[in-house]
């Protein structure tokens, strides 16, 4: 049985007395199941199985029917007029600046005007045209992509006649024109309608069940009064910068403007405008010539926006229930879960406790802002070396790519090779659920089973929560504990942790690859994220020269290493390596011998830790971090066990290389560091430097030298004993 069933919350994050809004939609349309559970563990596949379940509780109806709901994508700007109408002359023109990135086989719409009564486009052989009661004017000759051209478009209501004027433009920066300037002109008699505009989208048309869309960059539209004549087009080409004014223009809107918000600015009449599914914005523009690198030193080379018939940032289906979370839930992962398996939607939600009531000392802080990353990423194509180790679930992959309206990860690209820059979670997200692919969140899953196990109390706390709250989330508890790919990481969070451990917190980092990417939350819209891959990094794709800074908080993208923040200097460790060959496990060093470290051991026979586990066989692997004090390590750091000795397929982080390495030359760097260090304040950092690590915790119904080691360092982190500083007595 195929999947059919889909759905999504308003958010992942939530607190007693907190109203949840759950959307369904089904290719099959029926009545349903729901039910709502609580969670304690995601793997029903590893061995042994973590995955368990309970019911939550809540008060919810048994069967909800499902309704099909189209997800349209394609990001464009609208601009509602419909309350003060742009009144249209006789004789009307439209500018704008455009930059078509690929030539994709169907019609892409620059712009239309009254819900696509007019629509000024290009179409499947490259050709711009003007569209209009079915009736079509092209241009005799394609458009060259990726370069930069001025359109103008004259419509005279009077005669019925359109005039196409365009010009391609130098290199970028240049403000020599390729050529003069080329004209179509035929007769379009449904512009005798064309009175005045109440709507208007730019890289879009209008009609929402058949919407074209536009992949590229627009610039600069504005509406004139009459023609424009050949010298005055040449000064708006001229233009240094934010919108298109000449004295007989009646609108100008300026996409530099408003940069890191929804709003769209109309210069003269006030007729603003708002983006629609995230288009990407703080993105160079006609002027940008590599004199300026942050949008906000030299706003007019910046003032494009660029679109994508892919960008998918909000489903905008109708609520289908709204749920209220009782005041008497205590904090933990839940789930409503709608259909049957393998039919079934999962919703994965985190209950958080009250603000500032803690009821436990310690505290699992879920990495969203990963799960975000990852959402919907298609493993088969992007990592297909990842296939068999990470356990994919048939099922929920082939739903997936069936659906690719849903838009897929941070690590797939769009279909002008340029990489997915946001993700939300206003969309179905078919892989942050239980019993799929054995990564992230699944995996995550198998920490909250082994907390059950030991019968430890646990607050639930996440990654967005963390950004908008900073250190004060924090602050209740003594101990927190990351989740296993803890990689995508804003400025506001790293602040919180690091003034947890400066107040004496103690920090289990349970995974590998974490504190690595910088990224941004939309300001105003919760579950909306941006990253920038600047720099060199291992990643899926290479953010473009000159669009490095974030569009939402204006900081610089790319590694946190890169920005004098390494994990190292953190956490003790940093990413050092990745391969999905199977893995390998600790040895316990020199150094773990160090009476600091004996609690670590205490009741651990041998020096081999984790030779056993699902993810890879062993308790090093997938992702693994190295201790390094050129990174950032304290010098008192002790490395109390390492892995070492993985296969050809464990390859060397690619940002960590100067020259390229010769193949078959063993690698004393590939390798994961378990590490522990004291902080001044009498807290303390303990590090697995693995992904793999949460894997190996179930290994023999929990009694192993992974859970063994885990539970002796949480056990002494949980002792409000100061630990004492290195060389200082407290």
Not at 67 to 90: F, M, N, W
Not at 121 to 134: A, K
Not at 247 to 256: C, L, V
Request: with cysteine.
């Amino acid at each position: 049985m195929e999947r059919s069933v889909a759905g999504y919350l308003d958010r992942w994050s939530a607190r007693p007395g907190d109203d949840l809004q759950v959307y369904v939609s089904s290719d099959t349309p029926g009545s349903y199941p729901i039910r709502v559970v609580r969670l304690f563990g995601c793997d029903s596949r590893c061995d042994p199985p973590t995955y368990a379940e309970e019911p939550a509780g809540f008060n919810c109806a048994k069967v909800l029917y499902v309704a099909r709901h189209p997800t349209i994508p394609g990001s464009y700007v609208k601009v509602d007029c419909s309350r003060q109408p742009l009144a249209v002359p006789e004789r009307v023109t439209l500018t704008l600046f455009l930059h078509a990135s690929v030539l994709l086989p169907h019609d892409a719409i620059i712009a239309s005007l009254n819900a696509d009564a007019v629509v000024v486009g290009i179409d499947s052989g490259g050709h711009l045209f003007v569209e209009g009661g079915g009736v079509r004017i092209s241009a005799p000759s394609a458009l060259l992509p990726q370069r930069w051209m001025f359109l103008a478009c004259t419509i005279d209501r009077s005669g019925g006649t359109t005039l196409l004027c365009w010009k391609t433009l130098g290199g970028r920066g240049s403000d020599e024109s390729e050529g003069g300037w080329l004209t179509q002109s035929s007769a379009l008699p449904s512009t005798s309608s064309l009175t005045e505009i109440n709507s208007l989208h730019f890289g879009a048309g209008a009609n929402a069940e058949a919407r074209r869309g536009f992949t590229g960059k627009l610039e600069a539209p504005a509406i004139h009064a009459g023609s424009v004549a050949e010298s005055d087009l040449g000064r708006l080409i001229a233009e240094t910068g934010g919108a298109s004014i000449l004295p007989t223009t009646i609108a100008a809107w300026d996409f530099g403007r408003d940069i890191g918000t929804e709003s769209v600015s109309e210069c003269i009449a006030g007729r603003h405008g708002e983006t629609v599914q995230q288009p990407l914005r703080s993105v160079t523009g006609r002027l940008w010539d590599g004199s300026a690198f942050d949008w906000k030193h030299a706003p007019a080379h910046y003032g494009a926006i660029r679109f994508h018939v892919d960008d998918m940032a909000d489903a905008g289906w109708p609520a289908a229930l709204r749920l209220k979370i009782p005041e008497s839930v205590p904090s933990g992962l839940y789930a409503v879960r709608v259909g049957t398996a393998p039919d079934w939607a999962w919703m994965p939600f985190y209950v958080l406790p009250q603000k500032g009531a803690a009821t436990s000392d310690v505290a699992f802080l879920a990495p969203t802002a990963s799960y975000l990353a990852y959402a919907n990423v298609i493993v088969p194509t992007v990592m297909p070396e990842h296939v068999a180790q990470m356990n994919l679930d048939g099922p929920t992959d082939r739903f997936l790519l069936s659906h690719p309206e849903f838009g897929y990860s941070l690590y797939e690209t769009h279909p002008d090779g340029a990489g997915k820059a946001v993700s939300t979670w206003h969309r179905p997200i078919v892989n942050a659920a239980p019993c799929t692919v054995n990564w992230g969140f699944t995996a995550d899953g198998d920490i909250i089973a082994w907390l059950k196990a030991i019968g430890q109390p646990v607050d639930m706390l996440t990654d967005d929560v963390l950004d908008r709250e900073g250190e004060a989330l924090l602050a209740p508890y003594r101990v927190v504990i990351t989740g296993t790919h803890p990689e995508y990481w804003s400025l506001p969070m790293i602040k919180a942790v690091r003034g947890f451990l400066d107040r004496g917190g103690r920090l289990i980092y349970m995974g590998g690859n974490g504190f690595y990417w910088r990224v941004a939350f939309h300001p105003t819209l919760p579950g909306v994220m941006e990253v920038r891959r600047a720099d060199d990094s291992t990643r899926g794709w290479r953010t473009e020269s000159g669009e490095y800074f974030n569009s939402f908080d204006g900081g610089m993208g790319g590694l946190w290493r890169h920005q004098g923040l390494p994990p190292q200097r953190l956490v003790g460790v940093g990413f050092a390596a990745q391969g999905f060959g199977g893995g390998r496990p600790y040895e316990r060093t020199d150094a773990g011998h160090d009476p600091r470290a004996a609690f670590i051991f205490d009741g651990i026979e041998g020096d081999i830790i984790g030779d056993f586990g699902s993810h890879g066989g062993a308790a090093a692997g997938e992702e693994i971090d190295r201790a390094d004090a050129a990174l950032g390590t304290p010098a008192h750091a002790l490395v109390v066990a390492s892995a070492r000795g993985f296969n050809e397929a464990m390859l060397r982080a690619k940002e960590e290389l100067l020259m390229t390495v010769p193949p078959g030359i063993a690698d004393p760097d590939v390798r994961a560091d378990m590490t522990f260090f004291e902080t001044p304040a009498g807290g303390a950092v303990f590090s697995t430097g693995s992904i793999s690590w949460s894997g190996s915790l179930a290994h023999n119904g929990y009694a192993n030298s992974v859970a063994g080691v885990t539970g002796n360092v949480l056990q002494r982190f949980l002792d409000p004993r100061p630990f004492p500083y290195p060389g200082r007595t407290l």
